[in-house]
């Protein structure tokens, strides 16, 4: 579930506190698939450290006159970490609101295509993208005259939805386009957009195509739904490309829906080793099942992943995933912006790190995954 930030406190200034999971892509252990807590470590923890730094770095800034804000930019700074951020308290609630439900944005989704270029993965219908006519497979050249070929896709996102400060409904966003040899400049509106983060289409020959573009509140409880009703199918396509992650408690209760109990995932916070376990009472074990993945698959969308290949589960097919397996948890300042360090990592049930190295596919395939997965999917007995 969304934990709200725990609020400043003086004398311990950005203490950071594991106050449930708002980890927007999980948390990581080393251990294997019998993990449970366990003693706290006697060396300083990742969790430890960060608080050291921030209680320092904001000690120094605040005695210098600084706000809260700034003393969490040197936290920053200082740490190194490419995950940890501070957020204006408008940047914030647009993100609280996106893991509520909605967002500001042009209703584009994105993924790294062939060669590296980010493309167009899906345009929300009735949005400003879906009203212009752009189609799955545009390349996206530029945004606001910035190239975006070597950009990560979550920086990519970020200028699509405008997390900028003075960004907001109707505001402008120029896209330069391509789709073959066509190249063209293209303005859209920023818009209040409703997500609907899982989608589920059963398909001419009976499989059961699941998409979920995000992580959201209650996106777990339509996954079971939608695997409920796939039951008396041919099988189960997952598509998790271009989802970015989002709340770690939603993806475990997706997993609950395939998994027959048992480990999801594995973490440490403060060098405590912890678990997160699947619910009893599965949907399904028994319908063939494949998921997709690419480079836009990120956080709590890999930890879903994994737990799924190694479980053998499902068979993965695409593109190594992004490799975010990182936990970050929000202090809010006086000034009422906040502060996000990285104090974790997540692992696999079979022990696998994500951070950094990302979900390898049992099937690599670029251009044409799709197809691909389904021709797995019917040879493991689903399809017509």
């Known amino acids: 579930m969304f934990v709200p930030p725990r609020r400043f406190r003086r004398g311990v200034a950005l203490t950071l506190v594991f106050g449930g999971v708002l980890v927007t892509g999980g948390a990581v252990g080393s251990w294997g698939a019998e993990a449970r807590n366990s003693s706290r470590a006697p060396a300083r923890s990742v969790a430890d450290e ?25 936290v ?11 957020y204006s308290a408008r940047e914030y609630e647009g993100v609280r609101q996106s ?30 993208a879906g009203r212009s006519g ?18 990560p896709v979550t920086e990519v996102v970020s200028r699509l939805r405008g997390d900028q400060q003075d960004a907001e409904a109707g505001t402008p966003v120029e896209l330069g386009l391509q789709r073959g040899d066509h190249r063209w400049p293209q303005t859209l509106y920023r818009a209040r957009l409703a997500t609907r983060s899982v989608t589920a289409e059963r398909q001419p020959d009976g499989t059961t195509l699941i998409g979920i573009d995000s992580f959201t509140k209650g996106s ?25 992650g989002g709340l770690v408690a939603e993806a475990v209760t997706a997993a609950s829906a395939l998994l ?15 678990a997160l376990y699947a619910e009893q009472g599965v949907v399904d074990t028994e319908s063939p099942l494949v998921v997709l993945v690419d480079g836009g698959t990120m956080s709590a969308a890999e930890l879903l992943t994994g737990a799924l290949q190694d479980r053998g589960r499902a068979v993965v097919v695409g593109s190594r995933t ?29 022990g696998r790190a994500v951070d950094g190295a990302g979900i390898t ?24």
């Open 322 to 350: 992004f490799g975010k397996g990182s936990v970050q948890m929000p202090e809010e300042l006086p000034d009422g912006s906040v502060a996000e360090l990285t104090v974790g990592h997540y692992r696999t049930p079979a």
């Open 220 to 244: 777990g409880e339509e996954v079971r739904r939608a695997v409920r009703d796939a039951r008396d199918g041919a099988g189960i396509l997952l598509d998790l490309r271009g989802n970015s």
């Open 260 to 274: 027959d109990g048992g480990l999801v995932s594995t973490y440490d916070i403060r060098g405590e080793q912890r």
């Open 50 to 74: 960060a608080e050291h730094q921030a209680v320092e770095a904001a000690a120094e800034a605040m005695a210098a006159g600084k706000s809260g804000s700034a003393a969490a930019e040197e």
């Open 361 to 384: 596919p049992d099937l690599v395939a670029g251009d044409g995954a799709e197809e691909r997965a389904r021709t797995v999917l019917t040879g493991l007995g689903g399809g017509s």
């Open 134 to 151: 752009i189609r799955i497979g545009d390349r996206i050249r530029t945004i606001d005259g910035v190239e975006t070929g070597g950009r």
């Open 76 to 86: 920053v700074s200082r740490s190194g970490d490419r995950w940890s951020a501070v």
């Open 99 to 128: 893991l509520d439900g909605w967002y500001v944005g042009v209703g584009i989704w994105v993924r790294r295509g062939p060669g590296g270029l980010i493309e167009v993965a899906r345009a929300q219908e009735g949005s400003p």
